[in-house]
């Protein structure tokens, strides 16, 4: 099949050590947190893989790490067969950059208060020398605002004169902008009340059809994954539990992690169907569990869970880490 | 059964120099003792507004115009502060949304909890130390007795919110006053508050008032909801009843927006535009531009709450007093 972006090994630590003179003076050692910790997906083209996890679990740094807003500490990230980390070094890192766009979380901090809607769409064609006329460009990004939803008259205004909808609309097309093929959203409706989070959600699925886009989407809320996705890959503590198709995993859930988030989820039909209840909390990432670090928390977890950390196996087509599973426990 | 709290046409309003602004108007509404109510809405509905008001802590300059609130028969919205002081987490307990920034963080958890207790329960020191333990093991914190020493940073986000609940529940409270309590969480622990919530309250026999713009948090637990719009209740009813049956055009806006977890849409349904901004609520009915179903009357007279099937709609599609409306014209 077409694979847009291929992920193998991914791995990022950020050091949190105490500062030297600490360090000495308490004899602290130095301290890291594996953000991500060897986690390995691809996406085909025209596909949308869904990242889903709670706080911290390194579902952000992935994505800071894929349109190389990070290093990583090891691993690669391949895009249309080229990697990267050396792309980027090299004399096509514009070119790169061109293809793969980022839409943040917060529309509010993304965009520039200081400067009219017309600049900032703009931006990235001006930046990549993509159209150097003056009215040219104006036909361009009243076009692009168009295409979201917007009017083009709308380009004269500043970010605060627009809801928090509208601006996350003006963020999708300042992506858009140099026509990318790849879409990293970053929780993209989170800071979104849910009746405009509707909005943004069907322009967004509008765009993947008309345009071909390929999107990684990051979030939290495990209904909007439902919605947007074709691949979903399940983060807890820097790693993939589970990774499978959209229609599996919400049917036939593998990993007891995946099920625990499915059972929390509240019941808006209110079809009374029984639910486990969810127990304990994500573990301190900087001193995560031995073994399978959701051992503390899993009803099934045996001597095994404990000691040894279980490799992302594949089972026909769906990839789960979990001993529990890989031997017919559950 | 008399109802517990009683508001009547609550209006709130906040002088600007460029002219007061309504923040409430007309809201009404009751809560009988040990009954749970939702209130739902989107970010600028009012509905935080709406509890702030009841519990007597509008900031400056919002203030309460007109109406009444009634608590126990007794009119609580025009008492002077002291008197408010002790009704307030003796009668009235209140959760806010951030545990964080609801406890002290320069005392320890069972300071904080004993003070409360004391202030509105005659115990002396042991015995209130000893209540704050048991509550504390009622919010299900493990080890309670060695937590109760500890500040409330060497909390995590959910424990903090237990700690939380256990301070509201302190003065044993016929109310309380829960401000997104959970919206600051993981959607696992989410799941283990409100159920926690739910429980607890139902034990202590509190009536809740739960404010939340999540829909499916207000199905797993409330009895009615209140859905607000624009400073408004736009519909009151049991909760069955709004989410299956939804008697204004706003409510089933909203619930269509939401994702769900057992349909499969291509495309969510959106309510198009935003909520006005308070110094530009549209004539007549304020969802009168965004609605589906909009008529002639819509625009001219704003619609009170009218009885609808099993629920009360703020809507003329709802009035039977008038000439039969053909089909809708825009």
Known sequence: MNVLVEVRDLVKTFDVSAPWLNRVIERKPRQRVHAVDGISFSIERGTTLALVGESGCGK?????LLVGLQAPTAGEVHFGHRNIALTLASQDAAALRRRMQMIFQDPFASLNPRWKVHQIVAEPLTEHGLV??????????GELLQSVGLASVDMEKFPHQFSGGQRQRISIARALATEPEFLVCDEPTSALDVSVQAQVLNIMKDLQRSRGLTYLFISHNL?????VSDQVGVMYLGRVVELAPKAEIFARPRHPYTR?????????AMSGRARTPV??????????PSGCSFHPRCPHANERCRVERPALLSLNGIQVACHAVAEGRI | MPALLEVKNLRVEFPTRRGTLVALDDVSFDISPGEILGVVGESGAGKSLTGAAIIGLLDPPGRVAGGEIRFQGQRIDALPYEQMRRMRGKHIGAIFQDPLTSLN???TVGRQLVETIQAHLPLDAAKARQRAIDLLKETGIPAAEARIDQYPHQFSGGMRQRVVIALALA???QLIVADEPTTALDVSIQAQIISLLKRLCKEHGAAVMLVTHDMGVIAETCDRVAVMYAGRVAEIG????????????????????IPAMDVDRERLLQIDGAMPRLNAIPRGCAFNPRCPKVFERCREQRPDLLAAGATRAACWLHDTSAPAVVGGTR
Do not use: C, W
Request: without cysteine; aromatic residues 4%.
């Open chain 1, 60 to 64: 952000s740094t992935v994505a800071r």
């Open chain 1, 260 to 268: 625990m988030l499915l059972d929390a989820i509240p019941d808006i």
């Open chain 2, 238 to 257: 049991p909760v069955n009843d709004v989410i299956h049956a939804p008697a204004h055009p706003y409510t089933a806006g909203l619930m269509g927006s």
């Open chain 1, 132 to 141: 150097t006329d003056r009215a040219q460009l104006k036909a361009k990004v």
């Open chain 2, 171 to 173: 003065g044993n409270p």
């Open chain 1, 279 to 288: 127990q304990g909390e994500v573990p301190n990432p900087l001193s995560p």
């Open chain 1, 223 to 227: 209904a909007v994954v439902r919605h």
């Open chain 2, 105 to 107: 963080p320069l005392f």
